[in-house]
């Protein structure tokens, strides 16, 4: 895990710029720092800004920008299947200067071509700029693990691993775009990825799955390299799902062990961050150790459930306890961090995890980011299913009958309680965008987006709901958060659960095999039978990774109201009488705790970057 950052283009970047970027970038890699420059044959320049992490091959030989032969690499991520893939190499006559999977990683591109890409397991975000072609390629994983920003101007193009990178090489900031602001604050972070725009004018991220290939010229060629591949396989029986999940989630996470440091896992008490642990630690001998935030509310804590894993597992564990000290003043922190309002509260939480991964001088964290878009995990999710199973009367039965049972009594969303809800509108989705009209009433000036999804499948309305989650309202926000969290703390976070393999087999499993006995990722608790303890893939309780605003903020400190209501430029966008109102209510539901911090968030992001 690194941080990269490079210009191609006609503009001439002075000394103070390059340094100063290679300076901001250094919490992404603290081991070591270096650039590249180059004038291309057309005259155009080229400048390669690189900051390693160490994770895997410790020494200075696998330090960046990495040369083989005529290509040039600066690199962040972790190619997980890269001693397989050496081991071909080697075959083709290749011989080997590191033990890293960088050196493997462009290695192949140079033996097999750009071809070579649909047989790399990783997470990647890269340059590579050939000088015997006179060309430059800018490439992102298939999932958007690590992130790659882009800025054009008439002058070229600027990229980076964060937008400060690119602010820095532009030697000025960037102008922010107000209306993904006001999108953020009315329909939530859902609604962020889903029109391509950023928190910055100008600024786009190159799309996941995609190459740009940059000529001499400066003339831009973008390709996709791959394309999901989904469709039910409907004479599997939900034994073979069971086998094959298992047999996929258990090299996935073989490969994403791999590392010349230490590993530790972001733990719940929920089945996909004991499905890892579980599986790192009974079947593949890791010494594991977890990090939870404890959180006191009622509607988010799980603390039996995680004692349950860690005395069956014998896990050494660390318990991080909610705490609402200098949370204002580390919002700020965290708000200049991400260049832009952090999204939830989850990840003002996720940060305080991370601190203490790093404190114990961890430099990587497994989480489970993706299990509940792989196999079903939120509660429209079971709604959905009755959809899609509402032909089958014994089947439909069956689900509605335990739906009432075990699912009905943890849920909150008032659209969500009704079963049928879908079944009278498949097209119904209020509970995403919850209580967005209200919300838009908060503002000085009239705002509204509609919900818009996009049609990824025709295999089922929850198929459907669970790709549009995946690649553009629930993973994107997740991903993102994560890396710059982790990043802070110069941590490089791993998500098992984002292989291609297992995405590809999910993706064959038949809907009716997702939900049993009211209880989502069916195929998942059996996969994990005999390896997560029963009481955890039996619990039908969704908590997820939470908090509810006031678990950090303490509204009764009589400095916290002034602070929140003195003079911001946000308040030219919200209404300041409304949000007073709101910290004065005794009891905040769900979504306006969510739209509270929306607010906090909004306010910092203006006063930083204004």
């Not at 959809?387 to 969500?416: C, I, M, Q, S, T």
Request: charged letters at 30%.
């Amino acid at each position: 895990m690194c941080g990269i950052a490079g210009y191609i283009g006609t503009a001439v970047l002075d000394d103070r710029r390059l340094d100063g970027c290679l300076a901001l970038m250094r919490r992404r890699g603290p081991d070591h720092a270096a650039r590249k420059d180059w004038t291309m044959r057309s005259g155009r320049r080229i400048h390669f800004l690189h900051s390693r992490l160490n994770i895997i091959d410790l020494e200075a030989r696998s330090n960046q920008p990495f040369q083989v032969g005529k290509k040039w690499l600066v690199y962040n991520g972790e190619l997980y299947n890269y001693t397989e893939i050496r081991r071909e190499l080697e075959a083709e006559g290749e011989v080997f200067s590191t033990t890293s999977d960088t050196e493997v990683f462009l290695r192949g591109i140079k033996v097999f071509g750009w071809e070579v890409l649909d047989r790399y397991e990783g997470m990647w975000a890269f340059a590579v700029y050939d000088e015997e072609e006179d060309a430059l390629v800018l490439c992102r994983d298939r999932f958007g693990e690590k992130p790659l920003y882009v800025h054009r101007d008439a002058s070229g193009i600027y990229f980076g691993s964060e937008t400060k990178f690119i602010a820095a090489l532009l030697g000025r900031r960037l102008e922010i775009d107000h209306e993904q602001m006001k999108r953020f604050l009315v329909n939530g972070y859902k609604s962020l990825y889903k029109e391509g725009q950023t928190f910055f004018k100008g600024l786009e991220e190159l799309p996941a799955a995609h190459v740009w290939r940059v000529e001499g010229s400066g003339r831009v060629q973008q390709k996709r390299y791959w394309k999901p591949s989904i469709g039910a396989d409907a004479g599997m029986t939900f034994e073979q799902a069971v086998s094959g999940v298992r047999e996929r989630l258990f090299r996935a996470v073989e490969i994403r062990l791999r590392a010349d440091v230490p590993l530790a896992f972001c733990m719940s008490g929920g089945v996909d961050s004991n499905a890892l642990i579980g599986i790192a630690k009974k079947e593949l001998g890791y010494d594991v150790h977890g990090f939870t935030i404890a959180n006191t509310d009622r509607r988010y804590e799980e603390q039996e459930m995680v004692d349950c894993a860690v005395k069956s597992l014998g896990l050494r564990h660390t318990s991080i306890p909610v705490d609402t000290r200098d949370f204002l003043a580390n919002m700020r922190t965290l708000v200049r961090q991400h260049d832009a309002p952090v999204f939830t509260i989850s990840y003002y939480a996720h940060w305080l995890l991370m601190k203490s991964v790093a404190d114990q001088r961890y430099r990587i964290s497994v989480s489970g980011t993706g299990a509940d878009e792989l196999f079903s995990g939120y509660y429209d999710h079971h709604l959905a299913y009755l959809y899609d199973v509402r032909e089958d009367r014994a089947l439909h039965g069956a689900a509605l009958e335990a739906w009432e049972k075990n699912v009905r009594p943890w849920v909150r969303n008032p659209f969500l309680g009704d079963p049928d809800l879908f079944v009278r509108d498949p097209n119904f989705r209020k509970h995403i965008y919850l209580e967005a009209d209200d919300f838009a009433g908060y503002l000085t000036e009239k705002w509204a987006e509609p919900f818009r999804e996009e049609t990824l499948t025709q295999g089922g309305l929850l198929r459907n709901r669970m790709l549009n989650e995946l690649f553009y309202e629930a993973v994107p926000v997740i991903l993102h958060e994560d890396d710059l969290n982790a990043m802070y703390f110069s941590v490089e976070n791993r998500s098992p659960f984002l292989d291609r393999a297992l995405f590809e087999y999910c993706g064959r499993i038949p809907v009716r095999h997702l939900v049993r006995n009211g209880r989502a990722k069916a195929v998942l608790r059996e996969a994990l039978r005999g390896i997560v303890p029963d009481p955890i893939l039996d619990n039908p309780r969704k908590v997820g990774f939470n908090a509810p605003i006031r678990s950090f903020l303490d509204t009764a400190d009589p400095r916290v109201k002034p602070a929140l209501l003195k003079d911001s430029p946000v308040f030219d966008w919200v209404r300041r009488e409304k949000i007073e109102v709101l910290l004065d209510k005794k009891e905040l539901p769900n979504s306006e705790s969510k739209f509270l911090f929306y607010f906090l968030s909004t306010k910092l992001f203006l006063e930083e970057f204004s």
